[in-house]
């Protein structure tokens, strides 16, 4: 089992700052997942919890896995009705087959750092007929995100990069092979707007800096120069009205387990 992972440290704003710009994407999950009211869903590196919430409302059983204990602590308090363990993706998960009618990764596949592995697994606990769906960052020139994503992840020391980096797998391609590989039917991708607008500096600093890669930047270089470093990447989207409008796409790419 992984250490506690930086994600989670920065839960507050996370939840209330960042994860609200997301919701295009999460409610385009759950539409690709097409489950019925009843049916069951594994949500692979759920976070805090976000999906779990908005499938609890459209009736979905859900049950929520992920590496940070912080997060997984307001995600048992968001969503009363799930069911949520602390778990690593990298390991086996602790699910029998064919427990789950679908099961999706938000966001949270590229940070495992044998994706293909982890993906088995989750076709492993699907039923037969049962649909997989991965939503990655779109490709790094559809994100504007990227720019203060970068210069995060430059203050962090070299690692293996397929394991550390929020664009590992933001390629059409990639995604496509992954789901074929573990052998899914593959059903194709969806492109999703989500713009991110932050009503001033602050704010926008304070969304960057909750994520997990900045967490642990702090404890690189430490917090003032995280946010000087930050200052300098977002200051070209500022607009005439004081926000902050970085334009971002992410993928949501389906598969379907043999029935
Ligand atoms: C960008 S956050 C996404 C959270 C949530 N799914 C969402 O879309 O808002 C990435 C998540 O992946 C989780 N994660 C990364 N590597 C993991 C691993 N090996 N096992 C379990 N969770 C992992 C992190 O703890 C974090 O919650």
């Not at 499938?55 to 896995?65: E, I, K, M, Q, Y």
């Not at 607008?197 to 003032?224: K, N």
């Amino acid at each position: 089992m992984m250490n506690e992972p930086f994600w989670g440290r920065g839960v507050r704003d996370w939840v209330d700052i960042q994860e609200p710009l997301q919701r295009p994407l999460y409610e385009a999950i759950l539409d690709a997942l097409a489950l019925q009211p009843g049916q069951s869903l594994f949500d692979a590196g759920c976070g805090s919890g976000v999906v779990c919430v908005l499938a609890a409302n459209r009736g979905f059983d859900v049950t929520g896995l992920d590496a940070s204990s912080a997060f997984i602590e307001v995600a048992r308090q968001r969503c009363p009705s799930g069911r949520f363990a602390v778990g690593d993706l990298s390991e086996r998960l602790p699910f029998a087959d064919e427990s789950f009618d679908g099961a999706m990764f938000s966001n949270s596949l590229q940070f495992v750092p044998n994706a293909a592995d982890a993906l088995r697994e989750a076709v492993r606990v699907v039923k037969p007929g049962g649909r997989i769906v991965v939503a990655v960052f779109d490709s790094p020139e559809k994100c504007e995100g990227q720019k203060p994503i970068g210069a995060i992840m430059s203050l962090l020391p070299a690692g293996p990069a397929a394991s550390r980096s929020p664009f590992a797998l933001s390629h059409g391609a990639t995604i496509e092979k992954l789901l074929r590989d573990a052998g899914l039917e593959y059903e194709g991708i969806k492109r999703v707007e989500a713009p991110w607008r932050y009503r001033d500096l602050q704010t926008a600093l304070r969304a960057f800096t909750s994520a997990g890669p900045s967490q642990e930047a702090i404890e690189i270089v430490g917090a003032e120069k995280l946010r000087a470093v930050l200052e300098t990447a977002v200051s070209p989207f500022l607009q005439s009205d004081g926000t902050y409008l970085l334009e971002n796409a992410f993928m949501v790419a389906s598969g379907r387990k043999a029935p």
